[in-house]
């Protein structure tokens, strides 16, 4: 599920000739903004399984309700809050099927001094490497969190981050991911904490970025046997891109550095999205090397080398409204979820 295109937007691809919705403002007095928000979202997809018949569904795609609210608290600082709900919109009748998982929710203050927040939201990794080069509807690249033993919500929440203001075209971040020894995740009996941070340099339409994250975290997470998996590894990514009117072109250079012996993967990438009037084309390619003794290598027959690629296309059929088609290849055994995908997207 891509977090949309209104995300790619202020990612830094305003630019482009992508649909966003605009959120509904409820409240807006004496400092106080409140506004909601939220979008549908459905596709059809055709997927091919290892092992089996290739599957189809028609299905939800990350349809999402949400509320924003920011509050004046001096002339140069401004409180904020942001929560997110999924739901499922091609089975939401019954008992169950309202609002049934959280996506993000975080509180924090920005002003001169930068942005300071805490709660949950994508990685770093994620906004600032991952997403230039693939950011689509239903089919993306693969990276290097999908190395990562143990649930997303241990990968975004319980976080804390600071952000610094742009000067002279720099910025940077830095922030922790907290596993108390209190929670369910953490079966030790210590408190767990990750390291990250980056750096994005910008100047004019081109910019750059590196991210390192060491996953600390998930040191205490149940290996399955009830005892703690210790250390799995670290992140590193370098994200380069250069927008000109409605195109965008990036590369990536991606590692997720296991701590097990000849388990690391890298992955070296190459996307493009161009607006055309009526909505975007886009599309990606990417190297993925992994050594033998990774888990990639191992579901794949002993293979350490993949090309995965995709193309998509959108449609605008309002200013709140669109439909897509993507096609992916992945280079997996039995070629793996390589498929097809048609859908549409409404935003409020």
Not at 58 to 77: M, P, Q, V, Y
Request: proline share 1%; hydrophobic share 30%; aromatic share 12%.
């Amino acid at each position: 599920m891509k977090k949309t295109l209104l995300a790619t937007a202020i990612a830094g691809a305003a630019a482009l000739a992508a649909t966003s919705a605009s959120a509904a403002t409820v409240y807006n007095q004496d400092g106080t903004k409140l506004d909601i928000y939220g979008n549908v979202q459905l596709a059809y997809s055709y997927v091919d399984q290892l092992g089996g018949d290739p599957e189809s569904e028609l299905g939800d795609n990350g349809s999402t309700f949400g509320a924003k609210g920011e509050h004046k608290i001096n002339d140069d600082i401004v409180g904020y809050f942001k929560a997110e709900w999924e739901y499922d919109a091609d089975e939401s009748k019954g008992g169950g099927n309202g609002l049934n998982d959280g996506d993000q929710s975080y509180v924090g203050a920005k002003g001169s001094f930068g942005d300071a927040r805490i709660g949950s939201w994508d990685q770093l990794m994620d906004d600032w490497i991952q997403d230039p080069i693939s950011n689509n509807e239903y089919f993306d690249l693969t990276d290097s969190s999908g190395n990562i033993s143990g649930d997303s919500s241990v990968r975004e929440g319980n976080k804390l981050q600071y952000m610094s203001p742009v000067m002279g075209g720099m910025q940077f971040a830095v922030g922790s991911n907290f596993e108390g020894d209190g929670e369910d995740e953490n079966v030790t009996d210590s408190n767990q904490a990750s390291f990250y941070a980056g750096g994005k340099y910008t100047v004019g339409g081109f910019s750059i970025a590196a991210v390192y994250d060491d996953l600390g975290q998930f040191d205490g997470v149940d290996d399955g046997t009830g005892a703690s998996q210790g250390d799995i590894g670290e992140q590193y990514g370098l994200t380069a891109q250069y927008t000109v009117d409605a195109l965008r072109v990036a590369v990536k250079a991606e590692r997720f550095a296991a701590d097990a012996d000849n388990a690391d993967v890298d992955y070296y990438g190459i996307g493009a999205r161009y607006g055309y009037g009526m909505g975007d084309v886009y599309g990606g390619y990417q190297y993925v090397d992994a050594e033998d003794g990774s888990d990639l290598a191992a579901d794949n027959g002993g293979d350490d080398s993949f090309n995965e690629f995709n193309l998509g296309v959108t449609y605008n059929i309002s200013s709140a409204m669109y439909t897509y088609i993507e096609y992916a290849q992945y280079d997996r055994s039995g070629d793996a979820g390589d498929g097809a995908a048609v859908g549409i997207y409404y935003g409020f």
